[in-house]
């Protein structure tokens, strides 16, 4: 069996297998395991793959570029793709801003990667996956604690001497950050992975390996999509794929002396599935807000979970076809059209919702317009014949 497929099998089936636990496991049960996910394996991998990191000038621009699409799409969400929602559906939106930019290229592309296009493409995409992690692990930390302190202080007035007492206080309870400063703090006297004890290293990778399994396991057993919500994200997800498609055609474009492997790499590195790693900075922030008993929660967590579940068949299925036709997507015009073509269907549906709306609303208008100008005539015309009347009658 093919490789790729093989691998892909295996993540399904591990899903479907959270699925079938649905009933076994309550739902109290569950925050045990996301504990368990956010507490110990979830740090562990984001250790390891921070002291992986080997930093090279003259490879700065693999990283660069991922991390430029992570900014180009965070700022596409918000302005683009994501004005279907209702403007008081903030949490929902927060939501999408923080997972439709990310990837997370570990689960759904590079084992398709190392099929296709072989080892040296993958350390490539490797590298690229740095400016990812910066983005995810950071930069969307940063930005859902921004809307976490300004959410609160709508609710509390508090000072700022204790809302900078509550931020460190909630950036040292987080085992995701110490393991963060700790890696960042490694890197830069120079050590790795390596440097530490063997028991250590061999304790941190086998935590770390319990990271995938777990997190699809959760996603299976918690997930719940309702056909409404099943039907934006999907329009979501088509979204998100059109526009990296329009984004990975014009870096073909621009640049014509790329290989047919590297416009490949271009073009499914963004079609990764959306990344773990925000869902868990939304669910410590989720978990902040019960303490604080915050009605109006920063983040919708099971939308969230619910966009992590479509996400990965989703991409792993994207993947294979621009895999399996690889031929026709290493055109950039290919990609700009397909780009283009899915985006005008995603939209078409708001866009004839709006000009109906417009058509009704001038019809109605219309139609106003006519009854007063009717009205006013039968006043007028009996206006006339009660003068007439009258006039008869003297």
């Given at each position: ?176 950050n110490i393991v963060i400063v700790v890696g960042l703090l490694m890197l830069g006297f120079g050590l790795n992975l390596s440097s ?65 492997a590297m416009i490949l790499l271009l073009v499914v590195f963004p079609q990764s599935a959306c990344s773990f790693w925000p869902f ?115």
């Open positions: 069996m093919n490789f790729a497929l093989q691998k892909t099998l295996e993540l399904v089936l591990i899903i479907g297998i959270g699925v079938f636990l649905q009933k076994k496991v309550a739902k109290q049960d569950l925050k045990g395991v996301k504990v368990l996910i956010l507490s110990v394996a979830l740090p562990a991998t984001i250790f390891v793959a921070l002291l992986k990191i080997e930093l090279n000038g003259t490879l700065l621009v693999y990283p660069l570029v991922a991390l430029t699409f992570n900014l180009l799409m965070l700022l596409a969400t918000k302005y683009f793709l994501a004005t279907s929602l209702h403007k008081e559906e903030k949490s929902k939106k927060r939501t999408l801003m923080m997972l439709l930019p990310s990837t997370a290229p570990g689960l759904s592309c590079f084992p398709f990667i190392v099929a296709y296009l072989g080892d040296d493409t993958l350390a490539l995409a490797a590298l690229a996956d740095i400016g990812n992690k910066i983005f995810v692990l950071i930069l969307l930390y940063m930005l859902a604690m921004h809307w976490y302190r300004k959410n609160a202080v709508i609710e509390k007035q508090e000072s700022s001497s204790a809302k900078l007492k509550g931020l460190f206080i909630s950036l040292i309870n987080e085992p995701i530490l004890p063997t028991f250590f290293q061999n304790t941190a990778l086998s935590i770390k390996d319990l990271m995938t399994p777990l997190v699809l396991l959760f996603i299976g057993m918690a997930v719940r999509i309702n056909r409404g919500e099943f039907k934006l994200i999907i329009s979501m997800l088509f979204r998100r794929m059109g526009l990296a498609f329009l984004l990975s055609g014009l870096f073909a474009f621009t640049i014509p002396a790329l290989t047919p868990a900075h939304m669910s410590a922030i989720h978990s902040m807000e019960e303490k604080d008993k915050q009605p109006n929660p920063t983040f919708d967590v099971n939308f969230g979970l619910n966009i992590l579940a479509c996400s990965l068949p989703f991409s792993t299925l994207l993947i294979i076809g621009i895999f399996s036709f690889s031929e026709y997507f290493i055109n950039p015009l290919i990609l700009l059209g397909s780009g283009a073509i899915i985006l005008v269907i995603t939209f078409a549906p708001d866009i004839f919702k709006s000009f109906n709306f417009i058509f009704n609303r001038e019809h109605k208008t219309s139609d106003e317009t006519l009854k007063r100008s009717s009205n006013l005539t039968i006043s007028k015309i009996d206006y006339e014949k009660k003068s007439l009347n009258e006039a008869k009658a003297s």
